[in-house]
């Protein structure tokens, strides 16, 4: 299956794949039809997903639902509040979570805009257009993904 624009190629991963402790990942882009997309992909695979379309939305999903929620995927940039800030306030909730952010824009624009990917720590990065199987590939980097027995 082909996704628009944003995700390319998402056949389904070789091996079953599945979050420790606990299934829980939550969607944040502000592209509505991506954000459909990226969300039955992960449902798809057995992933629990809380969808947001902001940064505001996610932290306040990430607050009321901390203890099932190992990974929240953010769109770097997004209206009312980027995924940036939001992961912030996240880890005043819960130091443990790990991030996946996603964008559009290139890693130089991003440095000249002040953001710097790499000083965030338990957090991945993936460059639109991406396909599946790179997302599943940084969740397993992050240490979040076990080949299932």
């Not at 056949?11 to 991506?34: K, Q, T, Y």
């Not at 992960?42 to 990430?62: D, P």
């Not at 770097?76 to 995924?83: A, E, F, K, L, R």
């Amino acid at each position: 299956m082909i996704l628009k624009a944003n995700i390319i190629d998402t056949e389904r991963v070789e091996e079953p794949v599945h979050l420790e402790p606990c299934a829980g990942v939550i969607v944040a882009e502000d592209d509505a039809a991506f954000r459909f997309l990226l969300d039955e992909a992960l449902r798809e695979e057995g992933f629990e997903v809380l969808s947001a379309a902001n940064g505001g939305e996610a932290l306040e999903l990430y607050r009321k639902n901390a203890e099932k929620v190992s990974l929240a995927i953010l769109d770097v940039t997004m209206p009312d509040m980027d995924g940036l800030t939001a992961a912030t306030e996240m880890r005043k909730v819960d130091d443990n979570v790990f991030f996946l952010f996603t964008s559009g824009y290139e890693r130089e624009r991003l440095k000249e805009r002040g953001i710097n990917m790499e000083d965030i720590l338990n957090a991945d990065f993936l460059f639109k257009p991406f396909t599946f199987k790179d997302m599943i590939d940084r969740m397993r980097r992050l240490g979040l993904l076990l080949h299932q027995s």
